[in-house]
C-alpha cells in the first residue's frame, strides 16, 4: 500500500508551520497552541467493545478502519488514539497500531521508543521518587516513612517488582514499596487528563505522596520540584501527530490501561481531533465496562466533552469464548455458542444505553468468519433496536469500513439529551461503586475489605472523596473475577483497597486480584522479534 507522504497529512489539516515540531520524516508533536487556531468542533465518535479475548478484538483496528471509511464516503476524519506501551508489546498482546490495511504508522517506532513520551513519563514520575527518599534520608520532609503511597514506575510488564524493599544498606529508611508499569502512573493520568501546561502544573502540585504521622496528607507540592517535573514533561504534553496507511490523521497521544487507570488517550488529542476533524473518532481501553466508563464518568466529565455517538466492537470469535467455546476452538462454527455468548453483548449494550447516546455495533470481520454468525449478530441487533455493521477493515481498510461508515454518521445526526455522567461525584464512594457495579457490571452488591474501608474512612476524614471513581479490575470479565465469562449473574465485586489520585481527580478502587504491575506470559512476545541484517523489525 502506497501511503500518502505525512507533509500532506499536515497540509491537509492546516496547522501552522509554526505549531509543528517534526519528529523525523513520519511524525510530529503539534503545539497546544495549534487550538487557537478557527476550529471544526467536530462530532466525537467513541469506539468501545464487547469483553475481549486474550488476544483483543480489533477495536483500535476498528477505529482506524471507521476513520477511513468515513474518509472513503467523503468525510473528514480524524483519529484521537493511545500510544502503545513497551509492556503489552514485548507481553501478550503485541503491538497496538492497528493491522492489515487498517494501521498506523510508522507501527514499529509507535509500539516502541516513539517521540519518547513513556520515558519522560516515567522520569518525571520517578524523579518525584528520588527526591521523596532523598528527604527521608536529610529529614526534611515532615512526611511519615511507613505512610508513603507514591511508587516507582517502569515502561515494562515485570512481576519481580510488585514488592521490593528501598533504603537498605543504611542509605536510607528501610520499607516496603514496589513498582507500576507506566499506564499506571499518576503522573500519567495528569498529562492526559490536562488542558494545558498550567493545569498540568496544578495537577502534579495537588498529588499526594504520602500521610504525616497524623494522617494528614503531603503533597508533591511541597518537595519543591515541580518546575523539574514539568521541564521533563514540557514536549510529552504535547499531542503526537502521525498518520494512518491511507493518510487519516491521528493525535496519538497517552496510554493508561483502562483495566488498572483510566484508559483514555489525552484531553488535548480528543480536542484537536475534534478541531481539526468534522468527525473525531477516539477509543477507550478493553470493553465498554472499563474504558467506556471512564471515558465517560471521569474524562467527559473533567473535559467537558461528550461523544454524539458509541461504537461497540463485537467479534465472533469472542462471542463463543462467551457461549464457552474453548479459545483453540473460537474459528470454528458454532451458532448456539455464538447465540449464547450474545448475552456478553447484551449487557454492554445496556450498559452504554444508560448515557442516552445512539449506540452503533461494529462486527469487526475475521478471515474465514461464518456468514451464518455474521447474520445472528446483525439479527441479534436489530432485535436490540441497535443499528449494526460488518467493518471487513483489516482486509479492505477504508472501503471494508464505509458501511459502517454510513451508519455511525447517520447515528450521529440524531439528537441526544444533554449528556449526563452516571453518578455524581458529591455521593458517598460507596453509592458511586455500587452505581457502578449494578448499572454497568450487572453485580448485586460490592464488599468492601478492612483494608478498603480503613483507608476509606481516612479519605473521607480528609475531604477527599469528592471524585469520580476509577475502577480497577479484570478486563477478562464483567465481574472481578476473571474466569467468569459471557454476562455473569448474582455475583458481588470485592473492593480490597483504594488508591487515591488526588492530582488526576479520581479515586482508584482496586478489585479482585488486580495487579498495577502487569506480569509477562511463559513465552513472551520479545522472544519473536529480532532486527534483520537491514536494520529493519521483524516480528513485532
Not at 497529512?9 to 510530529?28: D, E, F
Not at 488542558?195 to 504521622?213: A, C, P, T, V
Amino acid at each position: 500500500m502506497n501511503t500518502p507522504p505525512f507533509s500532506d497529512c499536515v497540509a491537509k489539516l492546516g496547522i501552522s508551520n509554526q505549531h509543528i515540531l517534526p519528529y523525523g520524516h513520519n511524525k510530529a508533536k503539534v503545539d497546544l497552541k495549534a487550538l487557537d487556531s478557527p476550529g471544526k468542533n467536530g462530532k466525537l465518535i467513541l469506539v468501545s467493545a464487547i469483553t475481549p479475548t486474550p488476544s483483543g478484538e480489533g477495536k483500535t483496528t476498528v477505529s482506524i478502519g471507521l476513520a477511513q471509511g468515513l474518509k472513503a464516503i467523503g468525510k473528514d476524519a480524524c483519529l484521537a488514539l493511545r500510544q502503545p506501551s513497551m509492556g503489552p508489546v514485548f507481553g501478550r498482546k503485541g503491538g497496538a497500531t492497528g493491522g492489515g490495511k487498517s494501521t498506523l504508522t510508522p507501527s514499529n517506532e509507535i509500539n516502541l521508543h516513539f517521540t519518547g513520551d513513556f520515558h519522560a513519563i516515567t522520569s518525571a514520575h520517578n524523579l518525584i521518587s528520588a527526591v521523596i527518599d532523598n528527604a527521608l534520608y536529610f529529614r526534611t520532609l515532615d512526611l511519615d516513612e511507613r505512610k508513603v503511597s507514591w511508587k516507582r514506575v517502569m515502561d515494562m510488564n515485570d512481576r519481580s517488582l510488585r514488592s521490593i524493599m528501598v533504603g537498605l544498606n543504611k542509605q536510607g529508611f528501610p520499607r516496603e514499596s514496589s513498582f507500576d508499569i507506566t499506564p499506571a502512573s499518576e503522573i500519567m493520568a495528569c498529562l492526559c487528563l490536562a488542558s494545558s501546561y498550567k493545569d498540568l502544573e496544578k495537577r502534579i502540585n495537588k498529588i499526594i505522596i504520602g500521610f504525616r504521622k497524623n494522617d494528614e496528607p503531603v503533597y508533591a507540592e511541597e518537595l519543591n520540584i515541580t518546575g523539574s517535573v514539568m521541564a521533563i514533561l514540557k514536549d510529552a504534553l504535547m499531542p503526537n501527530l502521525v498518520q494512518s496507511v491511507e493518510g487519516v490523521p491521528c493525535f496519538l497521544h497517552g496510554g493508561p490501561f483502562a483495566n488498572i487507570a483510566h484508559g483514555c488517550n489525552s484531553v488535548l488529542a480528543t480536542k484537536m481531533a475534534m478541531h481539526f476533524g468534522d468527525y473525531a473518532v477516539t477509543e477507550a481501553g478493553f470493553a465498554f465496562d472499563l474504558g467506556a466508563e471512564k471515558f465517560l464518568d471521569i474524562k467527559c466529565r473533567q473535559a467537558q466533552i461528550a461523544p454524539d455517538a458509541i461504537v461497540i466492537v463485537a467479534t465472533t470469535r469472542a462471542l463463543k469464548m462467551h457461549g464457552g467455546v474453548a479459545l483453540p476452538d473460537i474459528t470454528i462454527t458454532n451458532i448456539p455458542a455464538l447465540t449464547k455468548g450474545l448475552e456478553n453483548l447484551a449487557a454492554h449494550i445496556s450498559a452504554a444505553q444508560k448515557y442516552n447516546r445512539p449506540i452503533v455495533v461494529a462486527i469487526n470481520k475475521f478471515l474465514g468468519d461464518d456468514e451464518t454468525e455474521l447474520q445472528t449478530i446483525r439479527d441479534f441487533c436489530q432485535n436490540q433496536g441497535v443499528q449494526c455493521a460488518v467493518a471487513d477493515i483489516f482486509a479492505q481498510g477504508g472501503q471494508g469500513g464505509k458501511e459502517l461508515a454510513q451508519v455511525v454518521v447517520e447515528a450521529t445526526a440524531q439528537k441526544s439529551p444533554q449528556f449526563k455522567p452516571l453518578y455524581e461525584v458529591s455521593a458517598p464512594v460507596e453509592k458511586k461503586i455500587l452505581t457502578i457495579a449494578q448499572e454497568i457490571y450487572g453485580a448485586s452488591n460490592v464488599e468492601f475489605t478492612p483494608l478498603a474501608k480503613k483507608k476509606l474512612a481516612q479519605y473521607s476524614a480528609l475531604g477527599l472523596t469528592e471524585l469520580p471513581i476509577c475502577m480497577a479490575k479484570t478486563q477478562n470479565s464483567l465481574s472481578d473475577n476473571g474466569k467468569l465469562f459471557g454476562r455473569p449473574t448474582n455475583f458481588n465485586i470485592t473492593v480490597r483497597d483504594f488508591e487515591l489520585a488526588n492530582g488526576a481527580g479520581f479515586l482508584v478502587a482496586l478489585c479482585g486480584e488486580i495487579m498495577r504491575m502487569p506480569a509477562l506470559p511463559k513465552v513472551p512476545n520479545a522472544c519473536h522479534i529480532y532486527l534483520n541484517a537491514e536494520g529493519e523489525i521483524e516480528g513485532l
